[in-house]
C-alpha cells in the first residue's frame, strides 16, 4: 500500500449484516465479508474473467427457465457474524433473482476459478463455508499451465455437511443432470 492510498476506516471494524445491506454496489464490489470483517478480493486476470463468463453463459444456457447462471454475486451464507461471498459464479433459483440477499438455500452451484493468491481460500475454506452453508454443489477450476482449465466438481451429502469428490474434467466439460451441459473451455 503506498502512501496515496487511504483504507476507509469502514474495511476496519466489525460489519454487520444491516451495514453491508445499506452500502452502495460500489462500496461492494471486490469485497467479501468474513466472520464480519471486510475481506479485499485481489483483482482477477483476463483470463480468469473470461474463463468464468463461457462458463457462467453455458450454465444459463443449460440451466432452463427456472434456473439462472451469474457472475460477481453475492451470496449470504450467515447474518451473524456475517459471511457474505461473491463466487465467480452462483446458480440460483430464477424466482429469487429480485431478492436480496440470496440466501444458500436459493443457490444449486458455486464455481470458484482459483488465480494466484486465492489458492488456500478456494480449495479449502470457501469449499467448508458452502458445504456448511447447504450449496448442494461446488465446482473448483483450476487454470493449468498448459491453459486446458481443471475443472474439480463436488457433490454435498447432506448428513455430513460436507463435499464428496465428484468427477474431474479436462478442457471439455461434459456434466449430466442436474447439469447437462457440455462445455469446450479449451485453451483460455
Not at 444459463?60 to 461473491?86: I, K, S, W
Not at 446458480?91 to 440466501?103: F, G, K, Q, S, W
Not at 487454470?143 to 482449465?149: E, S
Amino acid at each position: 500500500m503506498t502512501a496515496e492510498m487511504v483504507v476507509p476506516a469502514w474495511m476496519h471494524q466489525q460489519v454487520s449484516a444491516e451495514q453491508y445491506d445499506s452500502w452502495s454496489d460500489e462500496q461492494c464490489a471486490g469485497i467479501e465479508i468474513v466472520d464480519g470483517m471486510v475481506v479485499v478480493s485481489a483483482g482477477v486476470s483476463k483470463r480468469h474473467r473470461r474463463l468464468a463468463r463461457i462458463l457462467a453463459n453455458a450454465l444459463d444456457a443449460a440451466a432452463g427457465p427456472d434456473r439462472n447462471a451469474d457472475t460477481d454475486f453475492d451470496v449470504r451464507l450467515q447474518d451473524v457474524p456475517l459471511t457474505n461471498r461473491r463466487p465467480d459464479i452462483a446458480v440460483y433459483r430464477a424466482e429469487t433473482i429480485d431478492l436480496t440477499p440470496t440466501r444458500p438455500e436459493h443457490v444449486l452451484l458455486v464455481v470458484e476459478v482459483v488465480s494466484p493468491g486465492s489458492e488456500t481460500t478456494d480449495r479449502i475454506v470457501k469449499v467448508d463455508q458452502y458445504a456448511k452453508a447447504g450449496i448442494p454443489f461446488y465446482w473448483r477450476i483450476e487454470q493449468a499451465a498448459t491453459g486446458v482449465p481443471l475443472v474439480y466438481t463436488y457433490v454435498l451429502d447432506p448428513a455430513t455437511k460436507a463435499y464428496r469428490e465428484g468427477e474431474m474434467f479436462t478442457g471439455v466439460i461434459k456434466a449430466a443432470a442436474p447439469f447437462p451441459v457440455t462445455v469446450d473451455l479449451g485453451t483460455v
